[in-house]
């Protein structure tokens, strides 16, 4: 693991980068609000990833200070600047530049990896959307994904379903909507985190 600095217009975000021996591909995990790069739910897959041979960047969206702003944590505009800002430190890093990129979000940061991946491209192989809100993403960045796109729900996360449901059917791309039994938003009841993990390391591994 190393321990890295992003820097992102004016401030600079705290990072992990782990790349496993021979890794192929980077997935850049997006937090949900008033969550960190620490997210023991994001650091559980994290490590499922790379035990599939897979490297992670897991980084704080915002600094100490921008996420005592509760309306901060809901701007997914911001949100996605700092994304794409990571994404092109790693494009740029001699260690990773050759590496095929993927997103991971959560809650609000699926919304934007949305925006990321329908700014970024072919670029971006493949997202992965956790318990997420792609709704925020909107309707144009939703269109726009070219990237293989899956969304992971838990079954008894009602309302959030719904809201999955609409942007699936607003995106173009090669997708998938999994719905995983007895699961809350948080993926907290026994095994469920562990098959929305298992789903993503999946996914990651065919496309990238």
Known sequence: MSTVRIPAGPVELDGELVLPPGARGVVLFAHGSGSSRFSPRNTYVAGVLQHRG????????????????????????????????ATAWLQGDPGTQGLRLGY????TGAAAALQAAAEMGGRIAAVVSRGGRPDLAGERALASVTAPTLLI????DYGVIELNQQAYGLMSCNKELILVPGATHLFEEPGTLQQAAGAAAEWFAAHL
Not at 76 to 81: D, F, P, V
Not at 153 to 156: E, F, I, Q
């Open 54 to 85: 897979i490297g992670t960047l897991l980084f704080d969206l915002l600094t100490r200070e921008e996420d005592r702003d509760y309306d901060t944590r809901f701007d997914i505009a911001l949100l996605t600047r700092r994304l794409l800002a």
């Open 104 to 107: 991971f979000g959560a809650s």
């Open 153 to 156: 729900v838990g079954a008894d």
